[in-house]
């Protein structure tokens, strides 16, 4: 077996023992390889490695990437969205994790209406507080879901979040709680499933799904550490 398929078969195991621990089947959690910087035919290899959906942080680099990919790829957007990037990403992606704004929803909602379909999407909520990362503060998210939950092509499908990088997992615990919870308030408020939970990268995917993760976005445990560094935006 290559590395990569390895790493894989690594990644789903510790996933399923997580699962096991939090008393839920492991096939309730989505693996998301995240793919920046990754080239097309290492994602190919991972395709073969049974992985079925990736996940991208940069519309540029996604534009050019994914029409290089075998269509059997799925393919959801991470990173932050600008407003007139919407219409490629209704275009490129099935699920959209980092909506952060109700003008970027609005937008999106344009453009899927446009494409006659229904965009999946995600809020991107910063329950750290950091001042470096998008997403609705969680005091304002309640106004921003009674917002977007009546946009008519938009599928509100749950919450993401990035815990703050510390070198111990378990001190991510409590942000991913903090979504836990706030998906609760909002179910309880506006009636709505909400079923995903986006949150979990290489160092704390496990924490997060004893947390209730439904999806894990995994890219250094997947390829190996990333040689090239983004830009910031
Ligand atoms: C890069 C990235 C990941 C994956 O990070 P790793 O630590 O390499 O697993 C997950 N989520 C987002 C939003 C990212 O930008």
Do not use: C
């Given at each position: 077996?290559?590395?990569?398929?390895?790493?894989?078969?690594?990644?789903?195991?510790?996933?399923?023992?997580?699962?096991?621990?939090?008393?839920?089947?492991?096939?309730?959690?989505?693996?998301?390889?995240?793919?920046?910087t990754?080239?097309?035919?290492?994602?190919?290899?991972?395709?073969?490695?049974?992985?079925?959906?990736?996940?991208?942080?940069?519309?540029?680099?996604?534009?050019?990437?994914?029409?290089?990919?075998?269509?059997?790829?799925?393919?959801?957007?991470?990173?932050?969205?600008?407003?007139?990037?919407?219409?490629?990403?209704?275009?490129?992606?099935?699920?959209?994790?980092?909506?952060?704004?109700?003008?970027?929803?609005?937008?999106?909602?344009?453009?899927?209406?446009?494409?006659?379909?229904?965009?999946?999407?995600?809020?991107?909520?910063?329950?750290?507080?950091?001042?470096?990362?998008?997403?609705?503060?969680?005091?304002?998210?309640?106004?921003?879901?009674?917002?977007?939950?009546?946009?008519?092509?938009?599928?509100?499908?749950?919450?993401?979040?990035?815990?703050?990088?510390?070198?111990?997992?378990?001190?991510?615990?409590?942000?991913?709680?903090?979504?836990?919870?706030?998906?609760?308030?909002?179910?309880?408020?506006?009636?709505?499933?909400?079923?995903?939970?986006?949150?979990?990268?290489?160092?704390?995917?496990?924490?997060?799904?004893?947390?209730?993760?439904?999806?894990?976005?995994?890219g250094?445990?997947?390829?190996?550490e990333r040689t090239r560094?983004?830009?910031?935006?």
């Amino acid at each position: 077996m290559d590395q990569l398929a390895e790493n894989v078969q690594r990644v789903r195991e510790r996933m399923g023992k997580a699962a096991g621990r939090a008393g839920r089947p492991a096939d309730d959690i989505v693996l998301l390889a995240v793919t920046k910087t990754i080239e097309p035919e290492r994602v190919e290899q991972a395709l073969e490695a049974g992985v079925t959906t990736f996940g991208e942080s940069k519309m540029q680099e996604a534009k050019q990437k994914i029409p290089l990919v075998s269509s059997r790829a799925r393919w959801h957007l991470i990173g932050h969205l600008q407003t007139n990037k919407a219409r490629d990403a209704v275009d490129l992606f099935e699920l959209i994790h980092s909506v952060d704004s109700v003008k970027l929803a609005s937008e999106i909602n344009r453009w899927a209406e446009r494409a006659g379909k229904t965009q999946r999407i995600l809020l991107e909520v910063n329950v750290s507080g950091e001042a470096s990362k998008f997403g609705f503060k969680p005091d304002l998210l309640s106004e921003a879901i009674g917002q977007i939950s009546i946009l008519p092509r938009i599928e509100m499908a749950g919450f993401m979040t990035i815990a703050p990088y510390a070198e111990e997992p378990e001190k991510a615990r409590p942000h991913f709680r903090r979504l836990r919870e706030l998906r609760k308030g909002a179910r309880q408020r506006y009636g709505l499933a909400l079923p995903h939970l986006s949150m979990g990268m290489s160092h704390d995917f496990e924490v997060a799904i004893e947390e209730g993760a439904t999806m894990v976005r995994i890219g250094t445990a997947i390829f190996g550490e990333r040689t090239r560094h983004e830009p910031a935006e």
